[in-house]
């Protein structure tokens, strides 16, 4: 199979580290193109503003740590790629991301949630999964 779009969402845990380790160990093509993209919850405070028009003193700090740490994981791959922070719920923007690049793979990332926390919070790669356009590699928390 010849991946030439991989979407890898991502957040600020360590399991983005071990998402993007197993990505690594993918053999991609030069051509391949990697889309890292970082969802902010729209419950999150007013940072979607900022995703929008990164003005606001606060929020712009937190939107420039989200870039920085999205451009040092893009340094490593050994390919092109692309950064793409949004505002929304996590699953359903993934999804709309994946469509627009027509991804190959989704790689994301299992918390592992169970009882009322999974039914509280709910679980993006299990809705991801569910509706995705493509194959959908997750990775569990080690």
Do not use: W
Not at 4 to 18: K, R
Not at 74 to 97: D, F, H, N, Y
Not at 103 to 117: P, V, W
Request: with cysteine; proline share 4%; net charge negative.
């Amino acid at each position: 199979m010849i991946l030439n779009t991989v979407l890898v969402a991502i957040d600020n845990s360590e399991l983005a580290t071990q998402v993007l380790q197993v990505v690594g160990q993918f053999q991609l093509e030069p051509t391949a193109k990697v889309i890292l993209v970082h969802v902010v919850s729209s419950g999150t405070s007013d940072f979607d503003a900022v995703v929008d028009r990164p003005h606001a003193q606060g929020d712009e700090i937190a939107y420039r740590e989200v870039e920085k740490l999205l451009q040092s994981y893009q340094e490593k791959l050994p390919c092109q790629s692309e950064l793409e922070i949004v505002s929304g719920e996590p699953a359903p923007e993934i999804l709309r991301l994946a469509h627009i690049y027509k991804a190959d793979l989704i790689a994301i990332g299992c918390r592992g949630l169970t009882g009322l926390k999974r039914i509280l919070e709910g679980s993006v790669s299990a809705e991801v999964v569910a509706e995705a356009p493509c194959s959908v590699l997750v990775v569990r928390a080690r």
